[in-house]
């Protein structure tokens, strides 16, 4: 009894710091948006323990963990996470990463979410390259954007047309 009482007490720590070391490194997993005075829509970010802005948003509805890359053309898409919620592939191209050289296929995302956020139809990379179902937020994206960052928090508005 003692032994299983032992068990169950590790499983739940295992449990707790897997939960914070997930938070350390993705403390937007549930961004959350407002409405500013100018009926503007926004959502403040926090950088992650290395610096990072890593955020959950949703594309055409399913959700996917991003990293926000500023250096990045467009918004990248892994090859994986590209089949499993339906993204067509396109044109294929050629772009250049910290990797190299690699191929890529064109594509559009029909809804893209960050909390109250919503862009429609924008351009996209599906990278074959990538590993898993990682995400970059690329300037596609991000250009249809204000953002302004103040100590560790990046606020992210949506420009008015």
């Known amino acids: 009894m003692i032994a299983f009482a032992w068990i169950i007490g590790l499983a739940l720590l295992t449990r707790f710091f897997a939960g914070v070391e997930e938070q350390q490194i993705n403390p937007n997993q549930f961004p959350a948006g407002s409405v500013d005075i100018s009926g503007s829509h926004e959502v403040v970010l926090k950088q992650n323990r290395y610096g990072h802005y890593v955020l959950n948003a949703t594309i055409n509805g399913h959700e ?21 919620i339906g993204l067509r592939r396109g044109p294929a191209g050629y772009a250049m990463t910290a990797n190299g050289r690699v191929k890529i296929y064109q594509t559009t995302i029909d809804q893209l979410q960050i909390g109250s956020i919503l862009l429609h139809s924008v351009p996209a990379s599906i990278n074959p390259a990538m590993d898993g179902g990682g995400v970059l937020l690329g300037m596609s994206a991000l250009k249809q954007l204000e953002f302004s960052q103040r100590g560790n928090e990046l606020t992210l508005r949506l420009l008015t047309p």
């Open 64 to 84: 996917a963990t991003m990293l926000l890359d500023t250096g990045a053309t467009d918004v990248v898409v892994s090859d994986d996470l590209a089949r499993d």
